[in-house]
T-cell receptor, first 114, second 117 residues
Framework: ETGVTQSPTHLIKTRGQQVTLRCSSQ?????VSWYQQALGQGPQFIFQ???????GRGNFPPRFSGLQFPNYSSELNVNALELDDSALYLC?????????????FGPGTRLLVL | AQSVTQLGSHVSVSEGALVLLRCNYS??????LFWYVQYPNQGLQLLLK??????LVKGINGFEAEFKKSETSFHLTKPSAHMSDAAEYFC???????????????FGQGTTLQVKP
């Protein structure tokens, strides 16, 4: 059974650029959540996708957007990058949405914005 | 709104000593609580979770936590620390209220556990 994978592992961008991060969910999981973890902080919920539709969003501006594909993999897109977007971006997959379901995290993508 | 407070950003123990990592939550509805561990340059791994069954929850690697509603706490313990336990630990809360519930996790700031030989 393959776990949650994310690509790329590291990325360097400059202010104003756009970035796409990718996530492959664990086999059988159709719910994907994205989190942003700034240095020294706990992860913060960005949004969740369930069956290709956004199913809840945290306190992040619209320049953070996402997609989920029929195979349940997902993308996180960030437009007009700002310095404060530098962080570890974590993807987590889980079984059909239920608050008690364990979210399984990938290793993350570390984004540095210069 | 839900929130989590982890008391102590850094905890240092000797190998073989008791590990106690503190977590207090705030929630107006019955919470579900989780402890995750993060090793350097890795994602988060679930240690244990409370889902309104038994209040004493046993997890992996010898960790356990007790849900105390009266104290709004969910502290993580391990009787004897190993060097391999050195990592960042996160407490998180979510709720099951409402059809719009997404199971989004709200994390605390984290506690770094240092284990001294």
């Amino acid at each position: 059974e393959t776990g949650v994978t994310q690509s790329p592992t590291h990325l360097i961008k400059t202010r104003g650029q756009q970035v796409t991060l990718r996530c492959s969910s664990q086999s059988g999981h159709n719910t994907v959540s994205w989190y942003q973890q700034a240095l020294g902080q706990g992860p913060q919920f960005i949004f969740q996708y369930y069956r290709e539709e956004e199913n809840g969003r945290g306190n992040f501006p619209p320049r953070f957007s996402g997609l989920q594909f029929p195979n349940y993999s997902s993308e996180l897109n960030v437009n007009a990058l700002e310095l404060d977007d530098s962080a570890l971006y974590l993807c987590a997959s889980s079984l059909p949405r239920a608050p008690t379901e364990t979210q399984y995290f990938g290793p993350g993508t570390r984004l540095l914005v210069l | 709104a839900q929130s989590v407070t982890q008391l102590g950003s850094h905890v240092s123990v000797s190998e073989g000593a008791l590990v106690l990592l503190r977590c207090n939550y705030s929630s107006s509805v019955p919470p579900y609580l989780f402890w995750y561990v993060q090793y350097p340059n890795q994602g988060l791994q679930l240690l244990l979770k409370y889902t309104s069954a038994a209040t004493l929850v046993k997890g992996i690697n010898g960790f356990e936590a007790e849900f105390k509603k009266s104290e709004t706490s969910f502290h993580l313990t391990k009787p004897s620390a190993h060097m391999s336990d050195a990592a960042e630990y996160f407490c998180a809360v979510t709720t099951g209220q409402g059809s719009s519930n997404t199971g989004k996790l709200i994390f605390g700031q984290g506690t770094t556990l240092q284990v001294k030989p």
